[in-house]
């Protein structure tokens, strides 16, 4: 993706609401040991919507994801991939709703986000400016 990596670190995500806790605490904890305290809640915030999608809209229910994290000299990359090609669809939520809002989430915190289409499934990715 273009990116000269400073640190990495991946872990697979189980498909349940203890997994996404799990992918919450290991980006809080791999931030803070990097030394990017300063970028933990919206990096937090960005993982928890893009394995919150990978868990509810995806085939991710029967085998997880994996969740990747990477930092260049001016960003944290959040990288969360699944086994399905279905790409994200934003939506416009009602003011009422109580869904529907994650990737404008994503979208307002990070600098760029997207998705790749790989043959046995899709990475989507975010890049939050440090």
Do not use: Y
């Not at 609401?17 to 990097?34: D, K, N, V, Y």
């Not at 416009?92 to 915190?109: N, P």
């Amino acid at each position: 993706m273009g990116i000269s990596v400073g640190n990495f670190a991946a872990s697979k995500i189980a498909a349940t609401g203890e997994g996404m806790a799990q992918a919450r605490q290991f980006t809080r904890h791999h931030l803070i040991r990097w030394g990017l305290g300063d970028v933990v809640d919206d990096v937090v915030t960005v993982v928890g919507e893009l394995t919150g999608n990978a868990v509810r809209h995806t085939a991710a229910a029967a085998d997880g994801a994996w969740l990747a994290l990477a930092t260049s000299p001016r960003t944290v990359m959040c990288i969360v991939r699944d086994p399905s090609p279905q790409v994200p669809a934003p939506s416009t939520a009602d003011q009422l709703e109580t869904c529907g809002r994650g990737l404008g989430v994503v979208a307002s915190l990070s600098s760029t986000w997207g998705w790749t289409v790989e043959g046995d499934g899709k990475a989507v990715w975010a890049r939050i400016p440090i």
